[in-house]
């Protein structure tokens, strides 16, 4: 008995000396990973590379905390927000985003913000990864020619983002004024094949989304969280089309992801990819095979994956509306062999139509659109009218450039159907089309909803599909679509 007492006593000492053990180890760990040591000389000293979006700078090879020396110039001045469309942004380097600033966790940076003479406003900076006062938005205000001049230590590492914050604040992020800056570990992050820098933010302008000509800020659609563009890399299609970021299948992307907002918060996804691996926040905090991360607006995500398939990844803010209809998309080109393993594509189509099945229509079809007289326009205006409303209701199926998805949606450039249409199209966007055409040779078979757009919008649409796509030169009315919509 007495040997069984020394034996369990025994035994309960040696389980606590392991967890005083693995307690130690935990907290000199933690302290480890959580504290620099401030006192620790700085042994080498680097110039920042700096990069526009989507491009990513690298990372800074030298073993030891580092001085980072950073020159940052703002810069206002007008550039393109759209096509047709300008705005007078403030930026950080004169792109917006601002600059890509990359250090390590530890090192000593010297921060040089310069104001350009030109410029009529003052600025500053505040940097979301700066321990001191105003994230250096106290000591870094200044006039018009002027530079500052103060340094920080990088004491936590993950991806943040920075902004100006000279009043009012809102306004001088929602003109341009945000980026990001990288603090890593000092070992870095695993090695990937490409990164890129893809920033979301909004613009508040005097007129509405596509209205052509230079746009100013609207401080009340500010206040009421009511943009007309939510857009990535700081303008509609920056980094999409012939701007698309470009991998190979079998290729590994890091994507440091910010939201400037000033307001909205970012429903961050990849339409046709999963993300292996979310840093939550830019922070140290990982999660695993997600399909969307929340963005809030002055926050920020790094997301890893790999390519596995050829095509074209839509990189959007999941408020999809915000994606198709306001410019929140960016694209990645993944190149490459096709890999049947992981996805087919289309093996087989065929007319599915059960019984009483009949078009669909985007609003309920016993709701009447609302007919308002308003007076004819020219083909200029219905040219500008009519590119909104395409790239907002056809441009999904049927492509911005109007050639269609080959087998599935039909194209509408150099159309022979359509220019044999009496109504010049305007039975089928106001009741929609099924059954088998053919188009320029090629048949199809599918079914198109009839889209709830007023007389005068179906004349707009018709009228910049027929003049933008090489079909017969036509100035489409109002009444003309009033009159085709009686008799039918």
Known sequence: ???????????????????????????????????????????????????????????????????????????EKTMRLADGVDYTFWTFGGKVPGKFIRIRKGDQVEFHLHNHPDNMLPHNIDLHAVTGPGGGAEASLIAPGKSAQFSFRALNEGLYVYHCATAPVGMHIANGMYGLILVEPLEGYTPVDHEFYVMQSEFYTSGTFGAKGHQDFDMQKALDEKPDYVVMNGSVGASAGQNAMTVKVGETVRLFVGNAGPNLVSSFHAIGEIFDKVYVEGGSLINRDVQTTLIPAGGSAIVEFKCQVPGTLHLVDHSIFRAFNKGALAQIKVIGDENHTVYSGKEKEEVYLPEGSAIQHISSPKTTVSQQAVPEKTLEERLAAGEILYKQNCMACHMENGNGIGGTFPPLMNSDFLQARPDKGIGIVLHGLQGEITVNGNNYNNIMPAVALSDDQTASVLTYIFNKFNNKKELIKGADVKEWREKE
């Open 1 to 75: 008995m007495k040997t069984k007492k020394i034996y369990h006593r025994k035994a309960i000492m040696a389980i606590w000396f392991i967890a005083l053990i693995l307690f130690n180890i935990r907290c000199s760990s933690d302290t480890e990973s959580e504290i620099v040591d401030l006192n620790k000389s700085v042994e080498v000293e680097v110039t920042a590379v700096l990069t526009d979006a989507p491009l990513v700078p690298p990372r800074i090879q030298a073993k030891a905390n580092t001085k980072v020396i950073v020159h940052l110039e703002v810069i």
